[in-house]
């Protein structure tokens, strides 16, 4: 099966950029999903097929993925940043399966 | 804009079946571009996909939960429904359904109900 693989948790001042990663064998070859989720809430999509922001979200959320590594990055941190964020791809190999990262809690200092 | 609700008990007996509905507003699940899924979330612990439903009927679970799981369409409602047999402690969670957007390389979990907890306990 594909596993994603995420660091625990990050650390940002307010004000500085953060840096999210998501591993993955040849996840460059994949379109990766991000989700933020904030504390008793519903995970909610950031950024979708690596570098792409829905409606509404701000442009200090982007993304990117190469090789083995996906990476989130928010720009500018707010107090309001600071939740779980969550890594997705489409595991097209195994049985259609939708494979989650373990998460990152994203603390702002 | 689509949107979801999840609804059901909140509490179920250990080997009992644990059934839930998300009811969709604000979109037809008539779509061929769409699945609708559901997605768990124990307690302090990551997102668990657990399964989604093509219009068509067609569906796909995660392979650990495939022996018990059912997931149906009721198209006259605009609903989904998830049947869970045989639940342990283990299936205590936050359960949350979801719209998915699907193209010919990727799905992306679009859409997301606000989530419901189910408890398992005698």
């Known amino acids: 099966s594909y596993v994603l693989t995420q660091p625990p948790s990050v650390s940002v001042a307010p004000g500085k950029t953060a840096k999210i990663t998501c591993g993955g064998n040849n996840i460059g070859d994949k379109s990766v999903h991000w989700y933020q989720q904030r504390s008793g809430q519903a995970p909610l999509l950031v950024i979708y097929?690596?570098?792409n922001r829905p409606s509404g979200i701000p442009e200090r959320f982007s993304g990117s993925n190469s090789g083995n590594t996906a990476t989130l990055t928010i720009s500018g941190v707010e107090a309001g940043d600071e939740a779980d964020y969550y890594c997705q791809v489409w595991d097209s190999d195994t049985d259609h399966r939708e494979v989650f990262g373990g998460g990152t809690k994203l603390a702002v200092l | 804009q689509v949107q979801l609700q999840e609804s059901g008990p909140g509490l179920v007996k250990p080997s009992q079946t644990l059934s839930l509905t998300c009811n969709v507003s604000?979109?037809?699940?008539?779509?061929?571009?769409?699945?609708w899924s559901w997605v768990r979330q124990p307690p302090g612990k990551g997102l668990e996909w657990i399964g989604y439903i093509a219009y068509s009927g067609i569906t796909y679970y995660h392979v650990s939960l495939k022996s018990r799981v059912i997931i149906s369409l009721d198209r006259s409602k605009n609903q989904f429904s998830l049947k869970l047999r045989s639940v342990t402690a283990a299936d205590t969670a936050v359960y949350f359904c979801a719209r998915i957007s699907s193209d010919a390389d990727t799905d992306v979990f679009d859409s997301w109900g606000q989530g419901t907890l189910v408890s398992v306990s005698s």
């Open positions: 097929s690596d570098n």
């Open positions: 604000g979109g037809s699940i008539g779509s061929e571009r769409h699945y």
